[in-house]
């Protein structure tokens, strides 16, 4: 018999019944399970009748429906448990600390909890499917047996929990099948263990029963009869009643077909969010006898006493050094509250720090930290490494040494010493686009879930992989660095630091002069990768190229295939002594800016990946936030109501890689630097300032070669008018398409060149430009 997790699932609870015992069908099913031999006959019985299920024909009449109840009593009488939960507001605790090692160690933490600790409820480390948790079964193992299994907790819970209920566990969150009596005690489990765990971060989660036909086919009433809601009653009132429309409608579809999109498994899901939204807002569910979540986890501080190195809490203990034993303490004798000293031990495991952990054991904490289950970044980015063919370690190799010797990056400073130029690095927000709208029309299964929850977090996974892989390779720390690691010895590192890679979620930290490329690959291969799982991420629409992009490129061929889902990005260029903090607050403003207009270009059927970037080279730049910078700094009103924007972005990623093209060219042709900042300042003297200066610049320029590059990689590329048949340009400036029936005097311009001068002390020159000689550098006509 061939069978699905999700048969198998349904069979499972089926069998166990609505009892908080096990009877002996459940057994027989664990053992053979457990075994991987033949099901019983009986278990084989309601595993034929759960794909049956999976198989049922939409009821597309009333009448259908009634039969369905008497046809399939089992499966209308039934009860089946689905819980969902997860941690919240994970930047208030991942960022509320400074530090890099903290912030690490936060992000490990949850990472550990939701890959491996919740997975271990339903014994994971016996599935193939977890990798994760085989490669830590003891810890699984101890996980039930010294903390689930107990007394005060949920003794009888992981009797009635299997591997197959799961129906995914990534991106922060889990959503699983249980038996109908178990429901509260799960959700009671995942959020006491977040909590336990973590002591102050944010957590919920909660359930409900189903009839199984509801799996199927949505939420239905508990007796079916003439005055039932069905398809009939959706059609006949689709005009009429503004809240079926609200519930069913979707854009250019039918009452026939929204209703059948609707009524999915996807109802059921959308039940369980509702309930979580309630519940994570501390408020009470209805016919749930469950403790409050009203009051979170606090810790009581005072004015006099001492605080913890976040200033949150009130501190605990004194990670001192002492001068007799080296191995005790940590560097700058750091005091920290119990929560903050979990954080930096997680953080010190978590990328292999081999110094003395005796700090904490001194402390007298009696914390299982379960070293063996927290996997680092770096290790997969390493067996990534191993499995595929790659250039990574070819500069350590001509230097005769190992892979094993390149060790992780410690700090900020270490990111922004592989940068050039060096102390600048660059932090990278990225999260899918179309999610949910995806969701809500092509996933109507639990099996459709549990395959597009793993297809996400493999393609976004190896797409950070890759792009890391193509665009870096390990560095030599300078003899100051090298001196802080107390090394004698040459320290190689991996120039980047992940900080969390969580379903569609990808967070890094990198060199400067490395992020863009990074980032537009990471978009272009998370879209690949998933056009090569299959046809079912690719979208039947196509846009037009040169109505979407603004960079044109003669010769440039486009794909015909285009991934209805695609990854935005936000990136912050600026100095490694920025607050990590702020650095991230400001990066989330450039994401959301980089997937508005993502949704904007949907309007010309465009679903490919965004990027919005800002090189900040002060603090003290942005006052208040992003997009009032760019609305009052740059920004400015020419004649009439022309609207003049000193910036572009955010980009496409093929605008993107245009800009790094023109960049390039400028780099090569070693314009001179003080010409560019000189053309930045006029353009915010008008439009037709710009003009006048930029030609007076170009035409000043001896070199033709220079000329003709300009011309091509940035007048023709960029600077084309939007009337085909007008044979000049508007450099440096660029028009919207905003519409048909405007005039001359409401266009918005917008121009590339001050972005290009941000960009310039970060852009290589090309190879075979390197070692170009000084006299063949472009001079100016006298």
Request: net charge neutral; hydrophobic share 35%.
């Amino acid at each position: 018999m061939n069978m699905n997790s999700v048969s198998i699932a349904i069979a499972w609870c089926l069998a166990w019944g609505d009892e908080r015992e096990p009877n002996d069908l459940t057994n027989q099913m664990r053992e053979a399970l457990n075994k991987g031999e033949e099901l019983p006959e009986k278990v084989k019985a309601l595993v034929k009748q759960s794909q049956e299920l999976q198989n049922l024909k939409f009821p597309d009449t009333l009448e259908k429906l009634k039969e369905l109840p008497e046809k399939y009593p089992q499966l209308w009488n039934s009860q089946i448990g689905l819980v969902y939960g997860g941690a919240t507001k994970i930047k208030q605790y991942v960022f509320e600390a400074a530090k890099l090692s903290d912030i690490r160690g936060a992000s490990a933490l949850l990472d550990r909890i939701n890959l491996i600790d919740l997975p271990a409820f339903f014994g994971c480390e016996n599935h193939e499917d977890y990798p994760q948790c085989q490669r830590a079964k003891d810890y699984c193992e101890q996980v039930r047996k010294d903390w689930l299994d107990k007394s005060g907790n949920f003794p009888e819970l992981s009797q009635a929990l299997i591997p197959e209920l799961i129906i995914y566990s990534t991106g922060g969150n889990i959503l699983a099948f249980c038996p109908a009596a178990f429901i509260d005690d799960l959700a009671n489990a995942i959020e006491k263990r977040y909590t336990e765990e973590t002591l102050t971060a944010n957590s919920c989660a909660v359930g409900d029963t189903f009839k199984p036909l509801e799996i199927i086919f949505g939420r239905l009433p508990n007796k079916i009869n003439a005055e039932t809601f069905w398809i009939e009653k959706c059609r006949d009132n689709w005009h009429s009643n503004s809240l079926i429309t609200a519930y069913f409608e979707q854009p250019n579809t039918s009452p026939e077909k929204a209703f059948r999109e609707r009524k999915t498994f996807n109802e059921l899901a959308g039940k369980l969010a509702s309930l979580f939204n309630q519940r994570r807002n501390g408020n009470s569910l209805q016919d749930k006898n469950r403790p409050l979540r009203c009051y979170p986890p606090m810790f009581e501080t005072h004015p006099y006493l001492k605080r913890d190195e976040g200033d949150r809490r009130s501190a605990v203990m004194q990670a001192k050094t002492s001068p007799d034993d080296s191995s005790q303490g940590l560097p700058g004798d750091p005091w920290f509250s119990e929560a903050s000293a979990r954080k930096q031990l997680v953080g010190q495991i978590a990328k292999r720090d081999n110094s003395s952990k005796k700090w904490y054991k001194q402390a007298g904490f009696d914390w299982q930290v379960g070293e063996a289950a927290i996997e680092t970044w770096v290790n997969k980015f390493e067996n990534f490494l191993y499995n595929t063919p790659h250039k990574y370690y070819g500069k350590i190799r001509s230097e005769n040494l190992h892979p094993s010797q390149v060790k992780e990056a410690i700090s900020v400073r270490e990111i922004g010493d592989a940068s050039n130029p060096k102390g600048f690095v660059a932090y990278i927000y990225a999260d899918g686009n179309n999610m949910g709208g995806y969701i809500q029309k092509k996933i109507q299964n639990p099996e459709d879930y549990k395959r597009f929850s793993r297809d996400i977090f493999d393609a976004t996974e190896k797409s950070v992989y890759v792009a890391l892989t193509e665009h870096l390779e390990p560095h030599k720390l300078n003899s100051n660095l090298q001196a802080e690691r107390k090394s004698t010895k040459e320290v190689w590192i991996h120039p980047f630091e992940i900080l969390t890679i969580g379903g569609d979620d990808v967070m890094l930290i990198v060199p400067a002069d490395k992020a863009l490329a990074i980032a537009k690959t990471i978009g272009e291969e998370f879209e690949k990768m998933l056009l090569n799982k299959g046809n079912r991420y690719e979208t039947e629409k196509s846009y037009n190229p040169e109505v979407v992009h603004r960079y044109h490129k003669q010769g440039k061929r486009f794909d015909s295939k285009q991934s209805v889902l695609s990854i935005s990005t936000g990136v912050l260029i600026t100095a490694e002594d920025t607050p990590i903090y702020y650095a991230e607050k400001l990066t989330s403003q450039l994401l959301k800016s980089a997937k508005k207009r993502g949704k904007d270009l949907k309007k010309d059927d465009y679903y490919g990946g965004t990027v919005d970037f800002l090189v900040m080279k002060s603090v003290t730049m942005i006052s208040s936030n992003i997009s009032e910078f760019r609305s009052n700094g740059l920004t400015k009103f020419g004649t009439g109501k022309q609207k003049l924007k000193l910036y572009a972005a955010p980009y496409t990623l093929h605008e993107l890689g245009g800009l790094l093209e023109t960049a390039k060219a400028l780099k090569d042709a070693e314009f001179p630097r003080s010409q560019l900042y000189q053309i930045r300042s006029l353009i915010e003297r008008g439009k037709h300032t710009a003009i006048l200066n930029y030609r007076y610049f170009k035409i000043r320029l001896s070199d033709k070669k220079a000329q003709e590059l300009l011309k091509q990689q940035f007048e023709d590329a960029w600077c084309r008018p939007k009337d085909p048949a007008n044979n000049g340009n508007l450099a440096p400036w660029m028009s919207l398409k905003e519409g048909k029936e405007e005039t001359e005097e409401k266009v918005t311009y917008e121009t590339i060149w001050r972005e290009l001068v941000d960009l310039y002390p970060f852009i290589e020159k090309s190879q075979d430009q390197s070692n170009s000689a000084t006299s063949q550098q472009p001079t100016f006509k006298v």
